[in-house]
């Protein structure tokens, strides 16, 4: 059974999902079409990003992952498909493709778009254009080659000889803190050094979870979770809110220097010794 999932900034108060999934229902019945979210940020694209990376990786080949993300922040000419490790990415072209893939994908086409234009109307064509890609595996059929596009990448930890600090990524229903740094690259920074990891000023963390059962009720840690992310918590606790801890705000950044006071509420750094 083909699995179309979908991923949006725009809410279940209405009947707008209802009728995205009866679009694509109209086109083939036998979709199985799985909700991710529809709770996307609109002002924070490396969390969308993170959400949507972290859930396609599980789902099977020839998935087609539908991403509706800031579809009118700009006037919508085409939307993105991309093949990424046998999957199929339908978004539009405001970044958030690269945001998810890190990379550029190799195999991309454009849907065209034209004339007056609504949420619906749209999807409308992503329902098409799904069903011709069940039926082909074949980009070029859905759409035209696309040599530009917008590409935005993932945070990345600034880095120095003792020390890496990462920003907020994605703070959860429990106010636990997920921050930029893999598993990987804080081995590859710590070389079995001591560290503190270290928040909010002098609010510091100095060893590394299994789980939250690793320490007692009430006490902080951290621990890399499933995504293999660092995560810095409170056992039953809500960290984020205790500590006035804020998730990466893409506005917050263009202002530059008018929030410098509010950067360290929005980054954590590790001291190696």
Known sequence: MPIVTLTTDIGQQDFVVGAIKGQLLSQYAGFNIVD???????????????ICANAFKHFPDNTCHVVILD???????????AKHHNQYIICPDNGIITMITGNKPEEIVAIPISGYYSLLSVTAIVAKAIAALLHTNNLSEVGYPVQQLIEKYPLRATIGPDWMEGQILFIDNFENVIINITKQEFEEQRRDRNFK????????????????????????LAWFNSAGYLEIAINSGNLAGLFGLQGFNQKMQQQGAAVQNKWFYQTVRIFFE
């Open 197 to 220: 990891i270290v928040f909010k000023r002098n609010e510091v963390i100095d060893k590394i979870s299994n789980n939250y059962s690793s320490v007692v009720e009430g006490e902080k």
């Open 71 to 81: 579809f009118f922040e700009n006037a919508l000419q085409y939307l993105l498909v």
């Open 36 to 50: 991710i979210t529809h709770y996307l940020p609109k002002d924070n694209y490396p969390q969308a990003a993170y």
